[in-house]
């Protein structure tokens, strides 16, 4: 029940008091990157010009390899971590130098944070009666929260006596008894087996859709991004890469971090040359010449692209073996139920192409030569200097 906007946000982390830190000749550079972090005089930044406004119910995802800045800006949001720079607002409320007790926010963990010498009853009750709410309202948002959950069974037992996915559920459920404007959820699957994560994705899926709240969920599994989220903002050093919906960052990544981040199993890349014949654009690779669909024409000729060297990306569900094509190798076949993975070697690249098993005649032995075509519609173009999808 709120929007939130974050402006510019920055956090740096200061050295600590008597680190040693090498003191700069005359002219030399005043930062440095070292791993992935950036390194200035005034600290270590771990966020950096940050930018988003989040409607009011819209779940947002924020996602990123570790070390990215997701959960740091998440803590800035929750005020658990002080904002560097730039300004937070919730309802238009600037929020920087507000307690986190008076944000009406809510945060589940990824650790659960129960009590264990609480009941399941009492550790959701536990935020009410520190508001001094009465018995009755207390016990009525509680069981409300516990059926949503289904855990109305589990109420008397101590959080030893429940299973993990048990555990986040009553986590959950602590935060939603508070009815807050904005729910923030730190990796809360990321203990759980697969076939939990999988019931308990399915669960948040439901819960959104019953409760009246902003969610911001962060997480570096991709899987969950892209089933969870209204939009996903992917990270990267600290660094926004891209922000849209799940259908928008797949068919369309901003450049080839984005494109090898999203997509299971990962995109297949090739060096490849884009020619431009007139007012069309073609890929070539391995012998294959590719006329690329209208709409990706229309972009490249408003962005006045020109024939050079490019990064080709091609999805593995995007390719498809042919009589003729780009020639592989084949390294190892993965039969996968309806599909099998074909692992190969193409042009100096490790490429993988599914294969559908209807129609599938026989297997692939290793060292075997086949060869794999794509569309242009599904051909992703981008700068070998930039690394930035040319459409775009």
């Known amino acids: 029940m709120a929007t939130v906007q ?43 010009q940050f930018n988003l406004d989040i409607a009011d119910k819209e779940f947002i995802v924020l996602v990123g390899p570790s070390g990215c800045g997701k959960s740091t800006t998440l803590r800035m949001v ?31 963990f990824q650790n659960y944070a129960l009590y264990p010498h609480m009941t399941v009853y009492e550790n959701m009750a536990f935020s009410l009666k520190l508001r001094k709410e009465s018995k009755d309202v207390i016990d009525k948002k509680v069981r409300e929260a516990a059926e949503i959950l289904d855990i109305t069974q589990y109420l008397e037992r101590k959080p030893k006596a429940l299973s993990g ?8 459920g602590r935060a939603i008894v508070r009815d807050p404007k904005v729910m923030l959820m730190d990796e809360p699957l990321s203990n759980l087996d697969a076939k939990l994560r999988n019931e308990m994705r399915a669960e948040i899926i439901k819960l959104r859709e019953r409760i009246n709240t902003t969610f911001i969920y962060v997480t570096h599994d991709q899987t969950e991004a892209m089933t969870l989220g209204d939009r996903i903002v992917i990270m990267r050093d600290g660094y926004i890469q891209q922000i849209g919906t799940p259908q928008e960052v797949f ?10 981040f999203i997509g299971m199993p990962v995109m297949n890349f090739f060096d490849a040359r884009l020619l431009r014949e007139g007012d069309r654009f073609f890929v070539e690779v391995g012998g294959l ?10 972009r490249l000729l408003k962005n006045d692209v020109q024939t050079q060297d490019v990064t080709l990306g091609v999805r593995p569900e995007h390719t498809e073996l042919a009589d003729e094509g780009v020639a ?19 042009e100096g690249k490790d490429v ?41």
Request: negative net charge.
């Open 289 to 298: 010449k590719v006329e690329l669909d209208e709409e990706k024409q229309a």
């Open 165 to 172: 996915g048990q555990r986040q559920r009553v986590a959950i």
């Open 352 to 392: 993988i192409i599914i294969v559908p098993t209807t129609g599938l005649d026989g297997t692939f032995s290793m060292g075997e030569t086949v060869h794999f075509r794509f569309g242009g519609k599904v051909a992703h173009v981008f700068s070998k200097e930039t690394d930035k999808n040319l459409e775009w």
């Open 328 to 346: 592989a190798k084949v390294d190892v076949s993965e039969m996968m139920g309806s599909s099998v993975h074909l692992h190969v070697s193409a």
């Open 78 to 108: 929750a005020g658990l971590e002080e904002i560097s720079e730039g300004e937070l607002y919730i309802d238009d409320v600037l929020m920087n130098d507000v307690a986190p007790k008076d944000r009406d926010i809510a945060m589940v």
């Open 251 to 260: 068919n369309h990544p901003a450049n080839l971090f984005v494109a090898g």
């Open 6 to 48: 974050l402006k510019n946000v920055k956090k740096i982390y200061p050295f600590v008091s008597g680190e040693n830190k090498k003191k700069k000749k005359k002219g030399e550079a005043t930062e440095e990157k070292k791993v992935n972090l950036q390194i200035t005089d005034q600290g270590v930044v771990a966020v950096q």
